[in-house]
């Protein structure tokens, strides 16, 4: 059952008769609908009229159609205008470009333009490696999309994913101070996203690669870590595996196992389940079962890409074969990056005690949360509206924090793990429990606290000499 919320948030102006009841009247029109009014403004008063700023969350836009009709069949009221307060924070875009140095006279155009910058320009030619210093490098990451793997939403292209990769800069921005610009492809050809990419890296201090299609995506990262000498990171990768790798040290402290002794079933072999499960691997769990949309992943299947072959030779210590449900029989954890309503209460039933399940599929998890709960002792879900929920917010800035921090050349696996024990850490021992087993995306701590172990981490391969 949707419920309303602040993505399909409407503001209804409306005139309406001055009478005593007029608003009790348009707020229980807005509530027989379904909406739940979040600000009721009078913008004008007359004699014969108010006029009045209606705000309430729908959970559609044919729920918001309804409630601006049940709000049209009032007698004596007019709808002016409906605004969708989502399109209205759009408007324009969501991130700008400000000038961190002042402007106001020749004095500091000599300075911060012509002439003087030449001087910075011959040092940068000289010592190249200055750019880390003396520019934006320093503090910039390039977020690069093809627009093939948008959200749930597909193949939607370069433009239509723009309003996403904004979105992600801002994040950048407010949570680790770090200057991200989208970078958004006309091309979804993997030799000419490679050698765009590394013709635009000399303004970047690292790349996060977002919501490119999977195989592509593997060989492309891959190949940008060969060939460039800043970071590269694939979020959908690798901010989804660190918090799930976080989420379930908890998690398995909360149902008292060790990850040792746990056989863990990852549902899901594409960009994030894949990644999941190589970083899961140097935790050595006691055996990883890897399902996708034909079943288990097991060595005697045809066809498999590159990516496939390796989690089928990685994994599957008993070469099992069978469907979803064969797997969870006995397993101790669930991880689920792959489709909406897979399985129900009576699979978490065949699963070890306790079982942990993280479904994580957006916006519907392999299975509804309160199914799972029935038998599960720790259910987490990729949603904002249920606990525990497992969002790379949590991982993204502070990694990249890290990273710019630390001029770090290259990426490695003890940096995300070292990031995901971050993130576990947050939440002490004093305060971990079924339904809190990761923290807050908006808690201060967690950033700081990321980029704090990625920059140690990164410490052995990471500035070169200034
Ligand atoms: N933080 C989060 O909560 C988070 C992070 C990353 C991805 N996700 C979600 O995980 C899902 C997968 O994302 P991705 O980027 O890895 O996609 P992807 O397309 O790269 O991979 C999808 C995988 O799911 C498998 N799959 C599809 N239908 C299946 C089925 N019926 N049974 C078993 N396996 C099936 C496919 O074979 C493939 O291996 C999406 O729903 C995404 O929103 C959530």
Redesign the pocket.
């Known amino acids: 059952m949707p419920v309303p919320g602040p993505g399909y948030s409407i503001t209804v102006r409306v005139e309406a008769p001055p009478s005593a009841s007029a608003a009790g009247d348009l707020a229980a029109a807005v509530g027989r609908a379904g909406g739940v009014i979040t600000a009721f403004d009078v913008v004008e008063s007359h004699t014969d009229r108010i006029v009045v700023d209606l705000t309430a969350n729908t959970y559609s836009d044919a729920h918001a159609r309804d409630i601006t009709t049940a709000l049209e069949e009032l007698p004596g009221v007019v709808v002016r205008k409906v605004s969708d307060r989502t399109f209205l924070i759009h408007l324009g875009g969501k991130i700008e470009v400000s000038p961190k140095v002042a402007l106001r006279n020749r004095d500091d155009l000599s300075r911060a333009y012509t002439p003087g910058v030449a001087r910075i320009c011959q040092a940068i030619a000289e010592n190249p490696y200055d750019a880390r210093r003396l520019t934006i490098k320093r503090n910039t990451v390039a977020v690069v999309t093809d627009g093939s793997?948008v959200?749930?939403l597909g193949n939607i292209g370069p433009a239509a994913a723009l309003p996403v990769m904004e979105g992600k800069a801002a994040l950048f921005k407010k949570f680790a101070g770090v200057d991200a610009w989208p970078v958004c492809l006309d091309t979804q050809d993997t030799e000419e996203i490679i050698r765009t990419v590394k013709l635009i890296a000399p303004v970047y201090g690292g790349i996060n690669l977002e919501d490119i299609?999977?195989p592509r995506c593997f060989e492309i990262e891959a190949r940008l870590r060969e060939a460039l000498d800043i970071p590269v990171f694939h979020d959908?990768q690798h901010g989804?595996a660190i918090?799930v790798v976080a989420a379930l040290r908890n998690a398995l402290r909360v149902v008292g196992k060790q990850l040792s002794d746990c056989k863990v079933v990852v549902?899901?072999?594409?960009?994030?389940?894949s990644a999941i499960i190589r970083l899961l691997l140097q935790k050595k769990p006691a055996d990883v079962l890897a399902?996708?949309?034909?079943g288990i992943v097991h060595p005697g299947r045809d066809g498999m890409d590159p990516n496939l072959a390796w989690v089928a030779a990685n994994t599957n210590n008993e070469g099992l074969t069978g469907r979803?449900t064969d797997a969870l029989v006995g397993a101790d954890v669930f991880i689920?990056?792959?489709?909406p309503n897979?399985f129900g209460a009576d699979a978490v039933a065949t699963m070890a005690p306790d079982p942990v399940v993280f479904a994580?599929?957006?916006p519907d998890p392999e299975i509804d949360p309160l199914e799972a709960q029935r038998h599960a002792a720790v259910v987490a879900?990729?949603r904002s509206d249920y606990p525990n929920q497992?969002?790379?917010v949590l991982a993204f800035p502070g990694v990249f924090r890290g990273l710019l921090d630390a001029q770090a050349r290259g990426i490695t696996d003890e940096m995300l793990l070292a990031a995901a024990d971050a993130i576990a850490d947050v939440v002490d021992g004093d305060r971990v429990n079924a339904s809190f087993i990761v923290p807050s995306v908006f808690d201060s701590a967690v950033a700081p606290a990321v980029a704090e172990a990625v920059s140690r981490a990164a410490a052995p391969v990471g500035a070169r000499p200034a």
């Open positions: 793997a959200l749930g299609a999977a959908d989804t918090v549902c899901g072999a594409g960009a994030a389940g399902v996708d949309v034909h979803l689920g990056v792959s489709a897979l994580l599929a957006n879900t990729g497992i969002n790379n």
